[in-house]
């Protein structure tokens, strides 16, 4: 008799609707995809929508995309990819905690940050002038996965790209999307408290006290002091929400690295020089749009849709070696 069992995808949707809390978004009962398809075999919609993610070309790109520090030369520096696999156990870990839908919360959280543009948030910063309102990397994230690379992804999977970020409102339709934004947060100020102390532009002294206090003296305490806040707090309240005296410490300590590190006089050298390299190859593209290759952006977008897609898709290293090629001076 064998001892493995096949488990199709009817069954494994109704053991959702047997195993996850009642607040959890069950697979059967997804608002679709803006192309209908024939269900899989084997995998649920969000499992589908998740291995898409892992295929494409936008979540390759992230292991050359800037979390903090502009095209590290350590080994050991944050980028994209590694805050995205971080950001994804985190909502994972506090999915299953819940009886949420860990495959949901695993495919928007790896899914969060492929709008990115090269070198991080001054990328938007760079973009924003180009635009009305703001340059989001949120908002082309969904440009991304809907238009630039279209993966026909589900709604609930899309909507928690789209509103990943706390600066966005409406929040996410899902509880699932909710643990993708507290997900984020505890991993990368974590893992940018790390990243700063390594790079010495922070010293350990210098961590708010009220940070130690609370959350412990180590990055993994830290990570496990905020997931377990989540969770406890969660659960208790019926809501994705974390307890209020853990939050207003998280929202202290982040004031603080925007004060010390993201807005840092010793940062904005590198932030300045990466501004200019991205508005650089928006002019040069907006008016040379035929040099954009059609698979980075849409047929029918315009000289300055078809260089932003193109130049925010880029890769710190690859903006980096285009802006040499176009604008470094030759001798011969």
Same mark, same amino acid.
């Not at 040069?284 to 849409?298: A, G, I, L």
């Given at each position: 008799?064998?001892?493995?069992?096949?488990?199709?995808?009817?069954?494994?949707?109704?053991?959702?609707?047997?195993?996850?809390?009642?607040?959890?978004?069950?697979?059967?009962?997804?608002?679709?995809?803006?192309?209908?398809?024939?269900?899989?075999?084997?995998?649920?919609?969000?499992?589908?929508?998740?291995?898409?993610?892992?295929?494409?070309?936008?979540f390759r790109r992230l292991k050359h995309k800037t979390q903090v520090f502009l095209n590290p030369e350590g080994d050991h520096y944050v980028t994209r990819l590694t805050h995205t696999l971080q950001v994804t156990q985190v909502g994972r870990a506090m999915a299953v905690a819940l009886g949420l839908n860990q495959t949901l919360t695993e495919a928007i959280c790896l899914a969060h940050d492929v709008g990115h543009s090269p070198?991080?948030?001054?990328?938007?910063?760079?973009?924003?002038?180009?635009?009305?309102?703001?340059?989001?990397?949120?908002?082309? !994230?969904?440009?991304?996965?809907?238009?630039?690379?279209?993966?026909? @992804? &589900? *709604?609930? #999977?899309? /909507?928690?790209? %789209? =509103?990943?970020?706390?600066?966005?409102?409406?929040?996410?339709?899902?509880?699932? !999307?909710?643990?993708?934004?507290?997900?984020?947060?505890?991993?990368? @100020? &974590? *893992?940018? #408290?790390? /990243?700063?102390? %390594? =790079?010495?532009?922070?010293?350990?002294?210098?961590?708010?006290?009220?940070?130690?206090?609370?959350?412990?003296?180590?990055?993994?305490?830290?990570?496990?002091?905020?997931?377990?806040?989540?969770?406890?707090?969660? =659960?208790?309240?019926?809501?994705?929400?974390?307890?209020?005296?853990?939050?207003?410490?998280?929202?202290?300590?982040?004031?603080?690295?925007?004060?010390?590190?993201?807005?840092?006089?010793?940062?904005?050298?590198?932030?300045?020089?990466?501004?200019?390299?991205?508005?650089?190859?928006?002019?040069?593209?907006?008016?040379?749009?035929?040099?954009?290759?059609?698979?980075?952006?849409?047929?029918?977008?315009?000289?300055?849709?078809?260089?932003?897609?193109?130049?925010?898709?880029?890769?710190?290293?690859?903006?980096?070696?285009?802006?040499?090629?176009?604008?470094?001076?030759?001798?011969?």
């Amino acid at each position: 008799m064998s001892e493995l069992f096949l488990r199709k995808r009817e069954e494994r949707e109704r053991l959702e609707h047997d195993l996850l809390s009642p607040a959890a978004t069950k697979s059967d009962e997804s608002k679709g995809r803006e192309e209908d398809e024939e269900p899989d075999e084997y995998r649920t919609a969000f499992e589908r929508d998740r291995d898409r993610i892992v295929h494409s070309k936008a979540f390759r790109r992230l292991k050359h995309k800037t979390q903090v520090f502009l095209n590290p030369e350590g080994d050991h520096y944050v980028t994209r990819l590694t805050h995205t696999l971080q950001v994804t156990q985190v909502g994972r870990a506090m999915a299953v905690a819940l009886g949420l839908n860990q495959t949901l919360t695993e495919a928007i959280c790896l899914a969060h940050d492929v709008g990115h543009s090269p070198f991080g948030h001054t990328g938007e910063d760079a973009l924003s002038p180009y635009v009305d309102g703001d340059w989001l990397h949120a908002h082309h !994230g969904v440009r991304t996965l809907r238009l630039l690379e279209p993966l026909n @992804l &589900t *709604h609930e #999977v899309l /909507d928690g790209v %789209r =509103a990943h970020s706390w600066r966005i409102d409406p929040p996410p339709e899902t509880p699932e !999307g909710m643990l993708c934004r507290f997900a984020d947060r505890i991993a990368y @100020l &974590t *893992h940018d #408290v790390a /990243d700063a102390l %390594r =790079a010495g532009v922070l010293e350990y002294h210098e961590i708010p006290t009220r940070v130690l206090t609370r959350f412990g003296a180590t990055a993994r305490e830290w990570i496990n002091s905020m997931i377990t806040s989540v969770i406890e707090t969660s =659960a208790r309240e019926g809501t994705v929400t974390m307890d209020p005296e853990d939050l207003d410490v998280m929202n202290e300590l982040r004031d603080f690295m925007f004060e010390r590190v993201y807005l840092s006089p010793a940062l904005s050298a590198e932030k300045e020089r990466a501004i200019k390299v991205i508005r650089d190859l928006v002019e040069y593209f907006s008016s040379h749009p035929d040099e954009v290759p059609d698979s980075y952006t849409v047929p029918d977008a315009d000289p300055l849709t078809r260089a932003i897609d193109y130049v925010a898709g880029m890769t710190d290293r690859y903006a980096l070696r285009t802006h040499d090629r176009l604008f470094r001076p030759t001798l011969f």
